[in-house]
C-alpha cells in the first residue's frame, strides 16, 4: 500500500491513490484521487523543482522529508505534516467520521467528476490569513466559509498562511468553497476529478511567503514610472477632454504617472480599438503624454459584443466561452449604436489561440500606437448570471476550472508584451487567481461603495491579498460607487483615503462619482473626480499627499524589488516583521509599509485621534513632531484633518514629513 515512487512516496488503498512529492524549498505537493492521478488539470505550481529529500519507509508508515517540512503518509492513507526540526505538528487530515468517510470524500457528479471534500484538523488559537481578497471585513480568517469563485471585489486565490508556522495552497481552480471552522477545515469542490495541495513550512511568515512565491512566480520588478500618481474616473469621454485633465496636471506642476482611457473609448465592445470619432490621434495622446512623464492606461474588456468585427471569426473558430447548454452568451451589457443592452459573450482565456487572437488586435490597435499599459477590468469574467457550471472553457467544465480565468487573462497580455519585446508588463486587474503576480498583475479592489465603513474594509482586505502574493494592490481611491464632491462627509473621507491609499503598493484615484448618468447609453459617466474637484480645502491636502507619494517613490521602489526578489509584500500585517510579538497578530487596522513604516489610517468620520499598538523590540519616532515612543504597547496619536498617523523605525531615513 506504501511504496517510493520518482522521488515521492505513493499509497494506494481500494480505488483511491495519494501521491507526496518534495516540491520546492521546505515544501511538498500532495495529489489524489480514484483509480489514477492526472497531469492535464491546470494548477498554479510551475514544474517540479529538483530536490533530494528523505523517504523512510518501515513500520506501516512512510516518512518525505524536504528540508523544514516532513509529511507522514500512514497505511491508513492520512497524511499528517511536521516541522522536521522540532517534529512539532503543523497540519494534520482529519476523518469526517470514525467509519465513513475518511479525510477525503468523492461523491459523483457523473462521468468521471466528483464533489471532493478534503478535511484537515482545526487547532485552538490558530489564525488564518490571506485567501485572497473578500468584503466580509475580516482579516484572521478563522471561522469563515468562502466561496472559492470569482466575483467583482471577490476574487478567490486559494493559499493561506497560518499562525502555526505553515503555508498552504489548495492548487484546484474549482469552483466550491472552504470552511474554516472550530471544528476542522473543509475545502470542497463541486464537480472535479482530484485533489492537489501543496504545504510549506516557514520559519516565520517571510519565510512562507518566500516559499510560496518561489513555487508560483515571483512577480516582475515594477517599473518605476508605475510607483507615481495614477488618475482616472468614470469616464473620459473623449480624447480632448482627457487630455484637458493630463495638462491641467502638468500647469498646477502635480505629479501624474498614469491616465485612463476607460470603457466605451471602443467602436463596439470586442474590437479592441480606440473610437476615431472621440479618439482622432491616440499616437499623438500618447506622444505627448510621455513627454509630460505620464503613460495612458487603457481599458481592455475580456467580453465581445455580437456587433463587433470580431464576433463572427470567434464564434467560428471556437475561441469564445462555450456553454453547456444555449448559445454562448454570458452577460448582457450596453454596447454602441444600439439603445438598452446586447447579449455578450466572453473570449476563451484559457486557449491559448484566443489569447493570441485577442493580443493580435490589441497589439495593432493600441500598443503599435504606443499604449504599454492595460486595464484588464471586468475579468473574473463578470458572467451574469454566475452559473460558471453551464460554462465549458479549453480547459475544461467550469465548475472544474473556472477560477484560474483571470490568471490566463493576465497571462496573454504578459507573454504578448515579452514577444513585442517590452520588458515592462502592468496590467491592472479586478480579479486574480494563484499565480497572477507571475504575469504583471496588479489587483485592485474592485466597485467599492464610497463609505467610511468601507475603507475599514479595505484595510484587511489589502492585507489578505498581500498575504495571498500578490504584492502589487491598490483600491479606488474615494470608493467607486457614489461620492458627492459637496459633501464635507465624502470630502473628508477621500482625504482619509488618500492618506492610506499613499501607503499602498500602487495609489489610483478612481470612481462613479456624483452626478451619474443612465447606464443604460453608452455615454454613461460621472461627475467629476479629479483632486482638484472637492473644493481648495480639500484640495490642499491632497496636493500634499501627491507631493508625499513622490518623496516616498525611492522607499516604494526598494519594497518592490523585496516583492520582485523574496516574495515579501510592500504592505503587510504587523506580523509579518514582528512574528514573535503576540499581540502584534492581532492588530488588523494598521500595518507595516515595508520594513521602517507603521502606518495607522483613520476611518472615522470626525475623529481627530486613534489608538494604535506599537510592536515591540523597536522605538518608533513620529515624523512630524520627533517624539520617540517605545515599543509593545498601545498609544493614543493625535490625528488631524491634515495627516494620519503615521510612525517610521527610529534610526530609519524615510521623508514621510518632507
Not at 517540479?48 to 519507509?57: F, M, Q
Not at 457528479?109 to 490558530?126: K, L, P, V
Not at 499562525?163 to 477545515?185: F, I, K, Q
Not at 491632497?542 to 516574495?567: F, N, T
Amino acid at each position: 500500500m506504501l511504496h517510493e515512487i520518482d522521488g515521492g512516496i505513493e499509497w494506494h488503498g481500494g480505488h483511491q491513490v495519494v501521491r507526496v512529492d518534495p516540491w520546492g524549498t521546505d515544501s511538498v505537493r500532495v495529489r489524489a484521487g480514484l483509480h489514477r492521478l492526472r497531469s492535464d488539470i491546470p494548477g498554479a505550481l510551475g514544474e517540479r523543482p529538483g530536490t533530494g529529500a528523505e523517504i523512510r519507509i518501515e513500520g506501516g508508515a512512510a516518512r518525505l522529508a524536504n528540508g523544514a517540512i516532513t509529511a507522514e503518509l500512514g497505511d491508513d492513507g492520512m497524511l499528517r505534516f511536521l516541522r522536521s526540526s522540532s517534529r512539532e505538528e503543523l497540519l494534520a487530515e482529519q476523518r469526517a467520521h470514525f467509519w465513513w468517510p475518511g479525510p477525503r470524500a468523492y461523491t459523483s457528479t457523473g462521468n468521471g467528476y466528483y464533489r471532493i471534500e478534503q478535511r484537515f484538523a482545526a487547532y485552538e488559537g490558530e489564525r488564518l490569513f490571506g485567501l485572497g481578497q473578500h468584503t466580509h471585513g475580516l482579516l484572521d480568517q478563522k471561522g469563515a466559509v468562502l466561496d472559492l469563485v470569482q466575483r467583482n471585489a471577490e476574487v478567490s486565490v486559494p493559499f493561506l498562511v497560518s499562525s502555526r508556522g505553515y503555508g498552504m495552497l489548495w492548487n484546484s481552480p474549482a469552483v466550491g468553497r472552504v470552511e474554516l471552522a472550530g471544528n476542522g477545515t473543509r475545502w470542497v469542490s463541486d464537480s472535479a476529478r482530484q485533489i492537489d495541495y501543496w504545504v510549506t513550512a516557514g520559519a516565520d511568515p517571510a519565510a512562507t511567503m518566500a516559499n510560496y512565491a518561489e513555487a508560483t512566480g515571483r512577480a516582475p520588478m515594477l517599473p518605476e514610472w508605475a510607483s507615481g500618481f495614477w488618475q482616472s474616473r468614470l469616464r473620459y469621454k473623449t480624447q480632448d477632454e482627457l487630455m484637458e485633465v493630463a495638462r491641467e496636471h502638468k500647469r498646477r506642476g502635480l505629479p501624474l504617472s498614469v491616465i485612463v482611457a476607460d470603457f466605451f473609448h471602443w467602436t463596439h465592445l470586442g474590437d479592441w480599438k480606440f473610437d476615431p470619432a472621440e479618439w482622432p490621434d491616440p499616437a499623438g495622446m500618447v506622444r505627448e503624454l510621455r513627454e509630460m512623464g505620464t503613460e495612458l492606461m487603457v481599458s481592455v474588456w475580456p467580453s465581445v459584443s455580437p456587433l463587433s468585427e470580431n464576433f463572427s471569426e470567434m464564434l467560428r473558430r471556437g475561441l469564445l466561452v462555450a456553454t453547456e447548454q444555449g448559445p454562448p452568451v454570458h452577460a448582457d451589457w450596453a454596447d454602441k449604436g444600439v439603445e438598452g443592452k446586447v447579449q455578450v459573450s466572453f473570449y476563451d482565456a484559457t486557449n491559448p489561440h484566443a489569447r493570441a487572437f485577442v493580443w493580435d488586435a490589441v497589439r495593432r490597435n493600441y500598443h503599435d500606437l504606443g499604449v504599454r499599459v492595460w486595464w484588464l477590468d471586468a475579468g473574473e469574467p463578470e458572467i451574469k448570471p454566475g452559473h460558471q457550471h453551464n460554462l465549458h472553457y479549453h480547459a475544461g467544465p467550469g465548475a472544474e476550472v473556472a477560477n484560474i480565468y483571470p490568471a490566463e487573462h493576465a497571462r496573454g497580455f504578459y507573454e504578448g508584451m515579452r514577444a513585442a519585446g517590452e520588458s515592462e508588463v502592468v496590467t491592472l486587474c479586478r480579479s486574480a487567481w494563484a499565480g497572477s503576480q507571475r504575469y504583471g498583475a496588479a489587483l485592485w479592489s474592485g466597485d467599492i461603495a464610497a463609505t467610511f465603513a468601507s475603507l475599514r474594509t479595505q484595510i484587511r482586505a489589502g492585507l489578505n491579498v498581500a498575504m495571498s502574493g500578490i504584492p502589487w494592490w491598490t483600491t479606488d481611491v474615494g470608493g467607486f460607487h457614489g461620492g458627492d464632491q459637496e459633501s464635507p462627509e465624502y470630502r473628508e473621507l477621500l482625504v482619509r483615503w488618500f492618506q492610506y491609499g499613499v501607503f499602498c503598493p500602487l495609489l489610483r484615484l478612481h470612481g462613479f462619482r456624483e452626478p451619474f448618468v443612465d447606464d443604460l447609453h453608452p455615454q454613461m459617466s460621472g461627475g467629476p473626480n479629479e483632486v482638484w474637484s472637492y473644493g481648495e480645502e480639500a484640495y490642499g491636502r491632497l496636493r500634499e499627499l501627491l507631493l508625499l507619494r513622490e518623496r516616498l517613490r525611492p522607499y516604494v521602489m526598494e519594497q518592490m524589488r523585496a516583492a520582485h526578489e523574496r516574495g515579501l509584500p510592500p504592505m503587510r500585517p504587523l506580523f509579518v516583521d514582528f512574528p514573535g510579538d503576540a499581540r502584534a497578530w492581532g492588530v488588523d487596522d494598521a500595518f507595516m509599509f515595508g520594513p521602517d513604516v507603521l502606518v495607522a489610517p483613520v476611518t472615522e468620520y470626525g475623529a481627530r485621534e486613534r489608538d494604535v499598538y506599537l510592536p515591540e523590540g523597536v522605538r518608533w519616532q513620529n515624523p512630524y513632531t520627533g517624539d520617540v515612543l517605545p515599543g509593545g504597547a498601545p498609544v493614543r496619536l493625535a490625528a488631524p484633518l491634515e495627516r494620519a498617523p503615521v510612525l517610521v523605525r527610529e534610526g530609519a531615513s524615510v521623508p514621510v514629513a518632507g
